[in-house]
Structures are given as structure tokens and as C-alpha cells.
T-cell receptor, first 113, second 113 residues
Framework: GENVEQHPSTLSVQEGDSAVIKCTYS??????FPWYKQELGKGPQLIID?????GEKKDQRIAVTLNKTAKHFSLHITETQPEDSAVYFC????????????FGTGTKLQVIP | DVKVTQSSRYLVKRTGEKVFLECVQD?????MFWYRQDPGLGLRLIYF???????EKGDIPEGYSVSREKKERFSLILESASTNQTSMYLC????????????FGEGSWLTVV
């Protein structure tokens, strides 16, 4: 089955700096890669996703890149703000029919004011 | 606004008790899921259901069962709770098929003593 590895497990940045979280996946058939943000006391919420037919996607201060050859994808947050502090999960799955979504182990991001 | 509601946020149960965790979604989603979240292990799938009365085992089904009698409701059952089932439990739902956003509830913190 699919295996998703996520690094780092914790990340501290100064407000205004950039943060990068990296994930690798094992199944070359995976073609959908969502990112979820979990704030304290809440459930995870989708913040951005990318499909394997594109290499990069941006939404304001967040962007995701995908390297299919190397089987890794990354989340980039620019101009970090204290409200970006949360746990971030990457995930991978295949589309078509029902396919299980495999999550990474999470990255706890702390933005220091 | 989409909503996945977990009826109990915090529970304390004794070893050997039967425990019910209830989840309701108001989005008419076909798929529903139960995940377990533990530090350093990310989100692990316990069971999922793609239709009423249908269920499939996830990665860690041992010690759990589920029930889906109505489309909007998905229950997780711990037949005989054990201390190693102390964890955060997340219910989620999504539209039929893959590559669709998974919507999570806010989680149920279960402590088994």
C-alpha cells in the first residue's frame, strides 16, 4: 500500500519568514495530493491540493509543488503569520472509484511573533 | 456551511466498557470515515463506509466496529474498551469517488482508565 513520509515533525519560524514542509510517497500510481491544516482543538481542514497533471499550485501565501519523478511534494508558506501556527498533514491517494487517502505523520508549525 | 458533528468531545470510560462514538454529516456525502489520531503517528484509518450498511476495514480495525444505518450517521463502537484505545477519534465525510475534499469533525477525545 501507499506510504507517506513527512518532514520535519516540528518547525519553528520567525513571523514573516517562509516555512517549507516536505513529503514523499511510495506508490507511483498516486495522483492526488491534498494538504490539511489542523488548528488546536479542531479537526483538519483542507487548505490546498494538487493533482499529478500540474507541478505547482498557488493560493495567496501558500503553494504546493510536486515532483512526480522523485515522488515528493512540498508545502510552502510565505510571509508566515501567528495564525499559521498549526499542525499540517500531507496526504496522497489515487482518483477513480474509492481510493484510500494515506496521511503523513504531521508537522507542528510554530510561528514566533 | 458544511458540517460534520461528533456528539461527544470528551469522554472518560472504564476498561471493558462498551463505547459508542456518534457522527452526523449534513452534506449528503456517500463516504464516511473514522480516523484515530495519535502523536507522531498521524491520522490512521479505522473503518470507512461508502454507502448505507456498507463498511470496509481500514488500517487499524482491530478492537473496533462500525454501524451505518442511515446515510448521514456513522457510529464507531469499541466493544470492550482498553487503555491502548485512549486517543483522539476523528470522523470525516466526502463525496463519492476519490480526489474529493474530506471534511472532518472536531474530534472526540477518549480516555480509557
Amino acid at each position: 500500500g501507499e506510504n507517506v513520509e513527512q518532514h520535519p515533525s516540528t518547525l519553528s519560524v520567525q513571523e514573516g519568514d517562509s516555512a517549507v514542509i516536505k513529503c514523499t510517497y511510495s506508490d507511483s500510481a498516486s495522483n492526488y495530493f491534498p494538504w490539511y491544516k489542523q488548528e488546536l482543538g479542531k479537526g483538519p481542514q483542507l487548505i490546498i491540493d494538487i493533482r499529478s497533471n500540474v507541478g505547482e499550485k498557488k493560493d495567496q501565501r501558500i503553494a504546493v509543488t510536486l515532483n512526480k519523478t522523485a515522488k515528493h511534494f512540498s508545502l510552502h508558506i510565505t510571509e508566515t503569520q501567528p495564525e499559521d501556527s498549526a499542525v499540517y498533514f500531507c496526504a496522497a491517494s489515487m482518483t477513480g472509484g474509492y481510493q484510500k487517502v494515506t496521511f503523513g505523520t504531521g508537522t507542528k508549525l510554530q510561528v514566533i511573533p | 456551511d458544511v458540517k460534520v458533528t461528533q456528539s461527544s468531545r470528551y469522554l472518560v470510560k472504564r476498561t471493558g466498557e462498551k463505547v459508542f462514538l456518534e457522527c452526523v454529516q449534513d452534506m449528503d456525502h456517500e463516504n464516511m470515515f473514522w480516523y484515530r489520531q495519535d502523536p507522531g503517528l498521524g491520522l490512521r484509518l479505522i473503518y470507512f463506509s461508502y454507502d448505507v450498511k456498507m463498511k470496509e476495514k481500514g488500517d487499524i480495525p482491530e478492537g473496533y466496529s462500525v454501524s451505518r444505518e442511515k446515510k448521514e450517521r456513522f457510529s464507531l463502537i469499541l466493544e470492550s474498551a482498553s487503555t491502548n484505545q485512549t486517543s483522539m477519534y476523528l470522523c470525516a465525510s466526502s463525496q463519492q469517488g476519490s480526489g474529493n475534499t474530506i471534511y472532518f469533525g472536531e474530534g472526540s477525545w477518549l480516555t480509557v482508565v
